[in-house]
């Protein structure tokens, strides 16, 4: 099974900052990642498509890169909705897996 | 606009069986693959299972083989999974997941 090892596992950022947060793989994969939000009793919202392709609605604050093993979600400028948990999918080969998740608090 | 609504989830003996759908709206399912995926409490997100578009390929996570399974109606817009011999960690929410669109999920607990 491909492990996606994220990182890191929490975060405190003030609004207005840029965050990045990581997600490597353990063999090469492409460009099959996903990036998703999640806000504490809600569903997972996708952000990010095959590691830089913008889901419809999200905002151009957001974007992803990354091919192969290394995986990079960054958020340019933090607003107050953007304080939440956010998960890496890796959809190369099943089984499926998904990082440990990032929880983005409020400094 | 896109929906995506699970149903059928609820409280269940360990052994028991449950169905659970997924309908979508405002999109038709039949180009797409469609995954299940689940969120134990306080838990992050796990990949359950996923079927192809003309249900030609269908996967599941060792943790539920040989009991779940998927399954897909394309002239009702809808996914199943159909669940026996449920054990208590398989209790969690269960999303349904088309093309990026999500559900809001379905609660599933295993309990005697």
């Known amino acids: 099974d491909i492990q996606m090892t994220q990182s890191p596992s929490s975060l405190s950022a003030s609004v207005g900052d840029r ?29 990010i498509f095959s590691a830089s392709s913008l889901h419809s609605g999200v905002p151009s604050r957001f974007s992803g890169s990354g091919s ?10 933090l607003q107050p909705e953007d304080f939440a948990t956010y998960y890496c999918l890796q959809a190369n080969s099943f089984p499926y897996t998904f990082g440990q998740g990032t929880k983005l608090e409020i400094k | 606009e896109v929906q995506v609504v699970e149903s059928g989830g609820g409280l269940v003996q360990p052994g028991g069986s449950l169905r659970l759908s997924c309908a979508a709206s405002g999109l038709s399912v039949s180009p797409y693959d469609m995954n299940w995926i689940r969120q134990a409490p306080g838990k992050g997100l796990e990949w359950v299972s996923y079927i192809s ?14 009991r779940f ?18 054990k208590d960690e398989d209790t969690a929410v269960y999303y349904c997941a088309i093309t990026g669109y999500w559900g809001q999920g379905a609660q599933v607990t295993v309990s005697s």
Not at chain 2, 53 to 66: E, F, H, T
């Open chain 2, 69 to 86: 399974t998927i399954s897909r109606d394309n002239a009702k817009n809808s996914l199943y999974l159909q669940m026996d011999n449920l």
């Open chain 1, 19 to 47: 965050v990045t947060i990581t997600c490597r793989a353990s063999q090469g994969i492409r460009n099959d990642v996903g990036w998703y939000q999640q806000k504490p009793g809600k569903a997972p919202k996708r952000l």
């Open chain 1, 68 to 77: 192969g093993t290394e995986f990079t979600l960054t958020i340019s400028s």
């Open chain 2, 53 to 66: 578009d003309s249900s030609s390929s269908i996967y599941y996570a060792d943790s539920v083989r040989g």
